[in-house]
Structure formats: C-alpha cells, structure tokens
C-alpha cells in the first residue's frame, strides 16, 4: 500500500522569507501524481501544485515549486516569498495510476504552517 | 473551474439518529466521488469511493451498514450516517473526478465539508 509521510507537524516562516515543507512517500508503481494541498482554517481543500512522476522536470505555480526526487521518493515544497495567506495545513497527496489507486488519493499527516510578520 | 457543493456545512443530531450529506457536481459529470473523513488537526482519511451506478467500494475498517454511499446521477453522491454515535462526530468532505481526457489529465475537486456533531 501506498504510504505518504510529512515528518514536520508544524513550520513557521517569517512574511516574504522562504520556506520548504517536506513529503516523502512509499510506492512501488512506476508512474503516479503527487500534489501539494492547502487547507486553510475554511477547511476548503485548494490544490496548491501537482506533479507527474514521468516529468523529470519540477513543477513551479508562481510562488510554489517542488523539489521531486523519484529515486528518494521524495516530493518538498518550496514557497517563496511567504505571505500571510500561506498560512495553513499543507497536504501532502499520493495518486497512483494502477487500476486499484487510480483516482485515489493518499494523504500525509499534514504540516502546519504559520506565517509570521 | 469546476464546482462542488456540499450540503450541508454543518448538521447537528441526536444520538440514534441518521444524517444525509450531499455532494454535487455542478458543471461537470463526475463519474468517481470519493468521500473522506478528517478528524480535528489530523489528515484526510478516505472512507469509500463511489462510481455512478454501482455499488461503493469501501475503505477496510469502514462499516458500510453505518456509512451508506448511493451515487444514483453523474451529478450527485450521498452520504448517510446512520444511527449516528457521538464517536461518529467529524468532517465529511467529497472529492468528485473532473473533466478531463483519462486518468492523465483527472483532477479531482473538493466539496467544502461538512461538520457533523453528534449529541
């Protein structure tokens, strides 16, 4: 089974600093999704990026890039340029592309970030 | 971008009671949902997947006597919490699969959850 960790219960960051939450996950499918989802105190699940397991190249959405080593298995986010409205629970999210996990998503424990001025 | 409404945002029962949540695809079909579970600062847990027209498939250690899913219309999925406990007390939040040509290009969209107390 597909396994995703986030080994940092909470990060804080100052406004306009930098920052990189970490995700590491478990597969042993050769071509999968893996994504970034924001949760602010709304509850409202936002896709923050996505990134395909065959594409070497790291995604980047404006502020938001990735870090995506596939043979570490291992997916970070970097948010550039903190604002206050990054503050929230940030998901870290598995999809596999075989017949039983297409379309099913598995979710890391969560990190908590705090934007501080 | 595609749309999910969720009703209701929040519901509050007695004990013993059943609760039906719903979740909608507004602009588009949505031929998968999945219903997630997600208890106070902890993830999202997925609780069952549901195709249109078929019978849910659910997660192991989910009771589908308790949580029963129907997904009659590429439109809408439900939710029932029955003989709902305190223990039964959460977040329910949908995800419905999106437009999109196969599981390359699937994005999935959330509903925005619904909080469910039970007394």
Redesign the interface.
């Known amino acids: 089974a597909q396994t995703v960790t986030q080994s940092q219960p909470e990060m804080s960051v100052q406004e306009a600093e930098t920052v990189t939450l970490s995700c590491t996950y478990d597969t042993s499918e050769s071509d999968y999704y893996l994504f970034w989802y924001k949760q602010p105190p709304?509850?409202?699940?936002i896709?923050v990026i996505?990134q395909?397991a065959y594409k070497q190249q790291n995604a980047t959405e404006n502020r938001f890039s990735v870090n995506f080593q596939k043979a570490a298995k291992s997916f970070s986010l970097k948010i550039s340029d903190s604002q206050l409205g990054d503050a929230a629970m940030y998901?870290c999210a598995y999809?596999g592309?075989d017949t039983g996990t297409?379309?099913?998503?598995?979710?890391?424990?969560?990190t908590r970030l705090q934007v501080t001025l | 971008g595609a749309v999910v409404s969720q009703h209701p945002s929040w519901v509050i029962c007695k004990s013993g009671t059943s609760v039906k949540i719903e979740c909608r695809s507004l602009d588009f079909q949505a031929t998968t949902m999945f219903w997630y579970r997600q208890f106070p600062k902890q993830s999202l847990m997925l609780m069952a997947t549901s195709n249109e027209g078929s019978k849910a498939t659910y997660e192991q250690g989910v009771e589908k006597d308790k949580f029963l899913i129907n997904h009659a219309s590429l439109t809408l999925s439900t939710l029932t919490v029955t003989s709902a406990h305190p223990e039964d007390s959460s977040f329910y939040i949908c995800s419905a699969s999106g437009p999109g040509q196969g599981a390359y290009n699937e994005k999935l969209f959330f509903g925005s959850g619904t909080q469910l107390s039970v007394l």
Do not use: P, Y
Not at chain 1, 42 to 45: D, V
């Open positions: 709304s509850r409202q699940m896709l996505r395909e998901f999809r592309l297409a379309s099913k998503l598995t979710f890391g424990t969560g």
